[in-house]
């Protein structure tokens, strides 16, 4: 098992790379990465938890879901299956894949979010660092 020092290491890189990530694809591939290292180590998701007073004050539950529909969609848009996935899940992969094929719109949900997804990724960071 990783030691927590690591952790919050790697952490920090994931971090570094949304907030230096310029507006494009790959500022969602840096948010889908770092979702992903805080899914992946336990202590770290139970420091999001919605029972601790400060993050429903923050509103830290809610900041942290709409960034983890990045994290799903950006695992859904390789599946090829006739799984359903539902229509917001849909939706969300249909939205990555125009930001992925140079479709920048601000009719598109996530690229018209994109600064919010700075700022909540930075509060959830600073969750977590806390």
């Known amino acids: 098992m990783k030691s927590l020092k690591k952790t919050k290491s790697d952490l920090n890189k994931k971090f570094q790379k949304v907030i230096e990530t310029p507006d494009s694809f790959d500022f969602f ?77 601000e009719s598109n949900t996530f690229w018209r979010k994109r600064e919010l997804s700075r700022k909540s990724a930075n509060l959830v960071y600073g969750r977590l660092e806390a």
């Open 29 to 105: 591939v840096a948010i889908h990465d770092f979702i992903k290292h805080i899914e992946l180590n336990p202590s770290l998701l139970g420091r999001l938890s919605h029972r601790v007073k400060i993050n429903k004050e923050l509103n830290i539950p809610n900041k942290y879901a709409f960034l983890k529909q990045i994290y799903q969609g950006l695992e859904d848009i390789n599946i090829r299956s006739n799984v359903d996935l539902g229509h917001t899940r849909y939706l969300v992969v249909k939205e990555l894949r125009q930001i992925q094929n140079g479709e920048f719109s």
